[in-house]
């Protein structure tokens, strides 16, 4: 068959309904499965943050420990999550996405059972910091293996799942709060922070057996293998033809060559360059990309989300909620309705967009702040108990975290994954999310101090005004559903005249 017939025999596949990059609109289920594989880490992640919020109500009973204290056990998790980060990228370009996934297991494997053992303070912090060091591990590479192993129709769905299984860590997390605070003291928040050793150890197991992501297999020259991975996850021999033709091409190799095994530059096989390449003169479009995606980063945890979510205890507590139990209760609901819309968003993402998802969710997190400012002012103020004002702060706190699991939450990720270069992608991706853990660690260890200073209202209203800033910076991103990863510099090249992002 000529090339003008395949030519025309792919235009005539597009017209019947495949997709701008040849993928026919079907979900590949073996590709849904990698991803899924892959999620477990990212409910790992979820889990240890969300069960260190009622967690540490009985590790502060038992160990007498201080508020500062609770402050630096929970925050060491995203200071450790800092160099996990920093090197994830690299470790990630050298080893290769499925291999980092197994490494990021064992350390969360070893961790777990760390902090298991618990017998002091001094251990607990070793054990946490050393799941923050897998943190940093998992928050890069499950987002970055989905992206890549994704055709364009599904990348949306497929890499948002990390941050849904995230979303349902944290509610295991909560419910295993409040079940397990029922077990003895010694033994209940043990248990509690022991449980990720289980999902680590199978995830292990799986990854051996699942593919590895095709765009590392061919900038490591590894041609062959990539087009057996790319029939894999793809519908059809026509798609996973024209899928490895635009990754040959990003990649700097020949679309014409039919070998298996290419020569490919040592500095693009390791990944060595590409942070030059990103802050040292960069392309108008690649600092487009950087300053895109750094910022979704910062701007999701400089909302206050991981401190209220962390600290939600506390905030219930301030509303005038008593009782372990009840604000353990509080919690789950909690946990509840950002899975839930997390969950939601997912579906939505290859349908609506990301940035209008972005634009709807800060949105309704400037106002659904805003009214819990309101409310808990008139709590902090009033020497009686305002029961309307606890149901309405309690209202005000699901809707929040629902809002911020419809937009903010999974399309930072799912954006970030998927708007740099292939030579840029892993370090790239790292360079944001150790943006996104600095910022983390701000807001987490600073939160109790914070509230202390301005009150818990004071602090609420500051959030407000920083997610409004958020508002106009998402109007400012290009949209880039259904566009295939190696189309990504373009759109940010195309949107350069009208200056979309200002450097």
């Not at 880490?41 to 969300?50: A, H, K, L, Q």
């Not at 962390?310 to 509840?336: D, Q």
């Not at 360079?431 to 660690?441: E, F, G, L």
């Not at 009150?455 to 400012?476: D, H, N, P, V």
Request: with cysteine.
């Amino acid at each position: 068959m000529s090339e003008r017939e395949k030519k025309g025999q792919w235009e005539l596949g597009k017209e019947n309904g495949n997709g701008e990059n040849g993928d026919n609109h079907r979900l590949n289920t073996y590709a849904c499965a990698c991803v899924l594989a892959a999620t477990i880490i990212s409910g790992t992640f979820g889990y240890e943050t969300g069960v260190m919020a009622g967690a540490v109500l009985f590790i502060k009973e038992e160990l007498l420990i201080s508020d500062l204290q609770v402050e630096l056990l929970v925050g060491i998790l995203n200071m450790f999550a800092l160099p996990g980060c920093m090197v994830a990228g690299r470790t990630s370009d050298y080893l290769g996405r499925r291999y980092t996934i197994i490494l990021a297991s064992v350390i969360f494997l070893s961790g777990s059972i760390l902090m298991g053992y618990g017998p002091s303070y001094l251990i607990l912090i070793i054990g946490r910091s050393i799941v923050g060091f897998g943190v940093g591990f998992a928050s890069l590479i499950a987002p970055l293996y989905s992206a890549e192993i994704s055709s364009p129709s599904y990348r949306g769905f497929l890499t948002s799942l990390p941050d849904v299984s995230l979303n349902f860590g944290l509610l295991v997390g909560y419910v295993s709060n409040y079940f397990l605070g029922k077990l003895t003291l010694k033994l209940g928040w043990r248990t509690m922070l022991a449980l990720p050793a289980i999902p680590s150890l199978v995830l292990v197991v799986l990854m051996l057996k699942l593919a590895e992501s095709p765009r590392w297999l061919v900038i490591q020259g590894r041609v062959g293998e990539a087009k057996k991975v790319l029939l894999l996850v793809s519908n059809t021999k026509e798609e996973a033809e024209q899928r490895l033709k635009e990754i040959k091409k990003a990649a700097g190799i020949d679309e014409k060559c039919t070998q298996d095994i290419v020569e490919v530059p040592k500095k693009t096989c390791s990944g060595a360059g590409a942070l030059k390449e990103l802050f040292w003169k960069p392309s108008p479009p690649v600092r487009r990309i950087l300053i895109a995606a750094i910022g979704v980063h910062v701007f999701q945890q400089i909302c206050g989300v991981e401190g209220i979510l962390l600290y939600s205890p506390r905030v219930f507590e301030r509303a005038g909620i008593i009782g372990k139990s009840n604000l353990l209760l509080a919690t789950v609901g909690m946990g509840i309705s950002q899975a839930v819309f997390t969950l939601i968003s997912a579906f939505l993402l290859d349908r609506v967009g990301r940035r209008i998802l972005l634009l709807i969710s800060a949105g309704g997190v400037v106002v659904t702040l805003l009214g819990l400012g309101v409310c808990m002012a008139m709590v902090e103020h009033s020497k009686e108990k305002q029961l309307w004002a606890v149901s309405f702060i309690i209202g005000f706190t699901y809707i929040f975290v629902a809002f911020v699991g419809i937009g903010i939450g999974p399309v930072t990720w799912v954006y970030s994954s998927e708007i740099f270069p292939l030579r840029l992608r892993a370090q790239g991706l790292g360079v944001s999310v150790t943006a996104n853990r600095i910022s983390n660690v701000l807001v987490v260890t600073s939160f109790i101090s914070i509230y202390k200073k301005i009150t818990m209202s004071g602090s609420f209203f500051m959030y407000t005004g920083i997610t409004a800033l958020a508002c106009w910076f998402y109007y400012s991103l290009p949209e880039t559903k259904g566009r295939s990863l190696e189309d990504m510099e373009a759109i940010f090249d195309k949107n350069s005249k009208s200056e979309i992002l200002q450097s």
